[in-house]
């Protein structure tokens, strides 16, 4: 069964670092990976999608990687703001499965 | 981008009475709906696919007679929570999925307290 780990559980950065956000799975069949972020009591929003043939995607600030072979994903944040902070969560999809990481909840400090 | 309703958007109830949370994709059509649950600090776990037109697919550990899960149009899922208790509260958040691309869309997530 697909085991999907994201670490820190936790990081809290000084405002304008940058940082990166690690997601790993077990089973390299995956049709496609994304990544959450998700604000507290609310809903998840979807910052970025990467195709299983894809290798990264971009989107502002934020950068996300993929290398199936190694079952890794990473979310590279540049120059954090306050307003980042919030827990981002990855998922990995094989049709219609979906399988969540646990999270890093991030906290940037003004 | 698409959006995706959800409502209500927090519910307090009695022990033992039903409460029904609707999802809706406002721009799109979703033949395929997810409901998750959510307690603190844990991540989502799904609960449930509901498939238009088909009986919905219980992950394994949920109870199928106590969250009934009706997805009649491609535009509306409704999961209906049955003789709530309080262990039953918990934060619920439906998604919905782009046929095309498998992008999720997510409802803004239901707050349910049981008293």
């Known amino acids: 069964k697909q085991e999907v780990t994201q670490i820190p559980a936790a990081l809290s950065v000084p405002e304008g670092e940058n940082l990166v956000l690690n997601c790993s799975f077990t089973?390299?069949?995956?049709?496609?990976l994304q990544w959450f972020r998700q604000d507290p009591g609310k809903g998840l929003t979807s910052l970025l999608l990467i195709q299983s043939s894809q290798r990264e995607q971009t989107s502002g600030r934020l950068n996300a990687s993929l290398d199936k072979s190694s079952g890794r994903s990473t979310l590279y944040i540049a120059a954090s703001q306050p307003g980042d902070s919030a827990t981002y969560l990855c998922a990995v999809t094989a049709g219609n499965q979906f399988y969540f990481g646990t999270g890093t909840s991030l906290t940037v400090i003004p | 981008g698409a959006v995706v309703s959800q409502h209500p958007s927090w519910v307090i109830c009695k022990s033992g009475t039903s409460v029904k949370i609707e999802c809706r994709s406002l721009?799109?059509?979703?033949?395929?709906m997810f409901w998750y649950r959510q307690f603190p600090k844990q991540s989502l776990m799904l609960m449930a696919t509901?498939?238009?037109?088909?009986?919905?697919?219980?992950e394994q550990g949920v109870e199928k007679d106590k969250f009934l899960i009706n997805h009649a149009s491609l535009t509306l899922s409704t999961l209906t929570v049955t003789s709530a208790h309080p262990e039953d509260s918990s934060f619920y958040i439906c998604?919905?999925?782009?046929?095309?691309?498998?992008?999720?869309?997510f409802g803004s997530g239901t707050q349910l307290s049981v008293l």
């Open positions: 721009d799109f059509q979703a033949t395929t």
């Open positions: 998604s919905a999925m782009v046929a095309s691309n498998e992008k999720l869309f």
């Open positions: 509901s498939n238009e037109g088909s009986k919905a697919t219980y």
């Open positions: 089973d390299s069949a995956i049709y496609n």
